[in-house]
């Protein structure tokens, strides 16, 4: 199975005469002649580089990328001191203050070593909030108020707790890699000559309470306790981290309006004309600076606020996710007239449509042993009907 996808990126600026945009350049980036260059690009703490760029009406950024699916094994293995502050650092959305230190104490009290800690946190967030979207409010305060977020909720809290305890830690910031605009967050904490360890809370949580949410989806779904250490491999990256510092310096309108702002720690937040003292919340790929102007700003939706981007995988898994949806609709429709009718041959073609859907999800990788018990009764069924 191919390890790579291609991510087609796009924003057009439809409404202002001018805005400003930050995101971070992925490393598979080749800028053609008629590619929009960014008007300045400087490395970050996370070692990507952030690029910034002014689009006037009706100018658009499209970047179309091909990149290898996600993995730690190629991050590095130490860090320097600045890189330690810059995880251990206090944020609003992952706040350091004395109620996470205390819970991170109050969790970690019998456990040794940094990878026990970070397992007892793992354990303690998995066991102890819920998943919902769209949540509430944004951040760790609103959190650990109403026991209920999403991927970021979750991702936000992993972080506060284990950089209370001077793990380092860090919100990453991506997708599912596949479909269009499939948005996730997740963690991962840093041990000397081990590197960066991946830790996924919301889906851990989502697999252990409602193990069959994915059950016909196109992702790849692990038992909820490998979550900690491991991913299913099936992912890409935006931003290496939460709360990035913008620059050149984003400064907030003092009258920040749009008709739904969204809540960070209770409090309203208008994305696109304020930051988190000069930082963008996340990078999912972008954050954007609008003009202000009230009229507007009350019509903004999803693609004015984050642009739109779709994930398409290389190799087979295209056509068995498209085989293994055509299957399905053929089974259920002849199956639905072999009842009426009680044809030979539409039982048979129900049968083997079953059957290749079933090894559709298996060629996959998708829900594995589910699948496989699927596929031995409906081959039996079949050659019993064929008998």
């Not at 130490?78 to 230190?101: A, C, M, V």
């Not at 209920?148 to 991702?155: A, H, L, P, R, V």
């Not at 059950?215 to 981290?241: A, M, P």
């Not at 972008?286 to 009229?295: G, H």
Request: aromatic content about 14%.
């Amino acid at each position: 199975m191919s390890k790579t996808v291609t991510v087609d990126f796009f924003y057009r600026n439809e409404l202002f005469e001018k805005l400003q945009l930050w995101m971070i350049i992925p490393t598979a980036t080749q800028f053609n002649e008629n590619s929009l260059k960014p008007d300045q690009v400087r490395e970050i703490p996370t070692g990507e580089k952030l690029a910034f760029y002014v689009l006037n009406k009706n100018q658009s950024l499209h970047l179309n990328y091909e990149i290898e699916l996600y993995s730690t094994k190629n991050e590095k293995k130490t860090l320097t001191d600045e890189e330690k502050d810059f995880y251990l650092r206090n944020t609003i959305l992952s706040p350091i203050n004395k109620e996470i230190t205390r819970l991170a104490n109050e969790i970690t009290y019998q456990q040794k070593n940094d990878i026990e800690k970070a397992h007892a946190i793992f354990h303690y967030i998995v066991d102890n909030y819920r998943y919902i979207y769209p949540p509430i409010s944004r951040g760790v305060n609103s959190f650990l108020e109403v026991k209920e977020g999403d991927c970021g909720e979750f991702s936000f809290l992993f972080t506060a707790l284990c950089r209370a305890l001077k793990i380092p830690a860090r919100t990453v910031v991506g997708s599912w890699a596949y479909g269009k605009m499939n948005a996730h967050v997740w963690n991962e904490f840093f041990l000397e000559d081990e590197g960066w360890i991946s830790v996924d809370t919301s889906m851990a949580y989502l697999q252990k309470r409602r193990p069959f949410k994915y059950f016909d989806s196109s992702l790849i779904t692990l038992h909820w306790k490998n979550y900690f250490g491991e991913t299913e491999g099936q992912r890409v990256v935006f931003s290496k981290d939460a709360e990035i510092e913008l620059l050149p310096k984003y400064k907030n309108d003092e009258e920040a309006f749009t008709l739904n702002p969204m809540l960070i720690n209770g409090e309203p937040f208008c994305w696109g004309q304020q930051s988190l003292n000069g930082r963008a919340p996340y990078l999912q790929p972008i954050y954007v600076k609008f003009e202000q102007n009230d009229d507007l700003l009350s019509t903004l939706d999803l693609p004015h606020l984050f642009g739109t981007w779709e994930i398409k995988e290389h190799g087979i898994k295209p056509f068995l996710d498209d085989l293994k949806k055509f299957s399905l609709i053929i089974a259920l429709l002849t199956m639905a007239l072999s009842f009426i009718f009680q044809n030979f041959y539409l039982e048979v073609t129900y049968k083997s449509m079953f059957i290749i859907f079933s090894l559709c999800f298996i060629l996959r990788r998708e829900r594995i042993i589910i699948f496989s018990i699927f596929l031995l009764l409906m081959s039996l069924s079949l050659l019993s009907t064929l008998d």
